[in-house]
């Protein structure tokens, strides 16, 4: 799946998670994108077929959110996916990295070089440390997790204000949540591409510094000499350059200097010896152990930024959202007479509660509101023809004290009037929550009551399901 895709789909759950009341999206509009994208899917539709439908019903969708509204250019789904990748940033720190390492002067201003002190062999010694790291990032499939943190740490930003009217507070919101998640979900993508243009610029570094190393030899005449502190003689120093230095003495046709030879250039004070050989071979390792690496893991973490850009695990930031819209989305819809008691829901909970059913049943709801049963007659009910063979749910407020008098006795009337068993009993909490959520000991009290409602339906075969849990 293409990243655009994956950032459509992702913004377009930020705005219907958070306009449950339908205000910026109404439900028909959803429910046209849905058929417009192939709902209903079948039972079993496949990852590949769940994907292209959620990707065009986002994209159906955000076209007609971008073209109606105001201040929604962050909802265009034509926009690229990464609209901070700009190229002139890139050629620039490339450009730079050249530039430094063409004036690092490699060579030192002394036109005598120390075979042994030579700064190139920093760069070598440095880029070891850096494949062993890569190594064991590719190895164990771990992303740069500084990089990670610092990318994901973009999802603070200020994202503007809501205004006072209604669409503006749940556009807010609903972007405050996609940058949220985008940042989070996309970190690992752009730490590679990030990883594979620090590779490049080292590469440009390494390779720029041999230019410059070879432009200042072509005007001055360096001269090589050796001496260390801890290497008494050159019985020693030759195993070290042959490790160093053996590759590309070897693929040059050359030989490394004798003993005999290594003793006539050693000492600050010794004439030395022309530095063309010593400069070409250190030139080539550089090339054979830094630019040849370089490039290849520039390419690798280049890769690897694809592949997680078009494998971004977006479900992971909703599951239950994706899972409710494709169960929703596939085969017929389940059939459910809806019968309060003692209160009379608004239209935003009743939409919130039929969601609920939804994510219980794995299945699109057609919901049937029946009237309120008014307190003292809850056995003077009539389902009607209508009912048969629809689920019936009682609709109970969870605020209300559990009483077998009245609620369980609906429920037993009601099990009588079914056709089939009455397996759901739906508890509506937000009242409760309202009155409790100052309290101290709020989440103890809402236990207690929960136990309560379960103690007086243990003897009958239902599941309580409560909203919001």
Do not use: C
């Not at 290497?231 to 350059?241: G, V, Y």
């Amino acid at each position: 799946m293409k990243p655009e895709d994956s950032r459509n789909i992702l913004m377009l759950a930020a705005v219907e998670e958070t306009d449950e009341g339908g205000i910026v999206l109404p439900l028909q509009d959803r429910h046209e994108a849905s058929r417009e994208a192939g709902a209903p899917l079948p039972a079993h539709p496949g990852r590949a077929r769940e994907e292209a439908f959620l990707s065009a019903r986002a994209a159906a969708l955000l076209e007609r959110l971008h073209g109606r509204l105001s201040d929604t250019a962050w909802l265009d789904p034509a926009a690229p996916a990464h609209p901070s990748r700009h190229p002139g940033l890139v050629l620039g720190l490339l450009f730079l990295a050249a530039v430094v390492g063409y004036l690092s002067n490699e060579l030192g201003p002394e036109k005598r070089i120390n075979i042994l002190s030579f700064p190139l062999l920093g760069i070598l010694a440095w880029s070891l440390l850096v494949y062993l790291r890569e190594i064991w990032l590719f190895l164990s499939r771990r992303s740069p997790a500084l990089f990670e943190k610092i990318f994901a740490g973009f999802a603070r930003r200020t994202v503007p204000g809501a205004a006072d009217d209604p669409t503006s507070r749940v556009l807010s919101e609903a972007r405050r949540l996609f940058e949220k998640r985008w940042a989070r979900l996309s970190a690992p993508a752009t730490a590679a591409r990030l990883k594979s243009l620090l590779h490049l610029a080292a590469l440009v570094l390494a390779g720029s510094a041999i230019g410059g190393m070879y432009a200042r030899g072509i005007a001055n005449e360096y001269r090589a000499v050796w001496e260390s502190t801890f290497i008494s003689d050159s019985a020693q120093l030759r195993p070290l350059l042959q490790t160093v230095l053996g590759p590309a003495v070897a693929i040059s046709g050359g030989e490394l200097p004798s003993i005999k030879q290594l003793d006539a250039i050693r000492g600050a004070d010794a004439p030395g010896e022309n530095a063309a050989r010593w400069i070409h071979w250190y030139a080539l390792t550089i090339a054979l152990f830094v630019l040849a690496p370089r490039a290849i893991l520039a390419l690798l973490w280049r890769f690897r930024a694809a592949r997680l850009a078009r494998s971004l695990p977006y479900r992971e930031a909703a599951p239950r959202y994706y899972a409710r819209l494709l169960a929703t989305s596939s085969g017929s819809a389940r059939r459910a007479v809806l019968v309060p008691y003692a209160f009379d829901p608004d239209k935003a909970i009743k939409t919130a509660l039929v969601r609920r059913l939804e994510d219980e049943f794995g299945a699109s709801v057609e919901a049937d509101w029946r009237p309120p049963v008014r307190f003292g007659e809850e056995e003077d009910i009539a389902l009607g023809e209508s009912a048969d063979g629809a689920e019936i749910v009682p609709l109970l407020s969870f605020a209300a004290t559990p009483e077998r008098e009245t609620h369980l006795a609906l429920h037993r009337t009601l099990s009588g009037l079914a056709l089939t068993p009455v397996r759901f009993v739906l508890l509506e909490t937000s009242a409760f929550d309202r009155k409790a959520r100052d309290l101290p000991d709020a989440s103890e009290r809402r236990a207690a009551r929960e136990e309560a409602w379960r103690r007086l339906f243990e003897g009958e075969s239902v599941a309580l399901i409560l909203h919001p849990e």
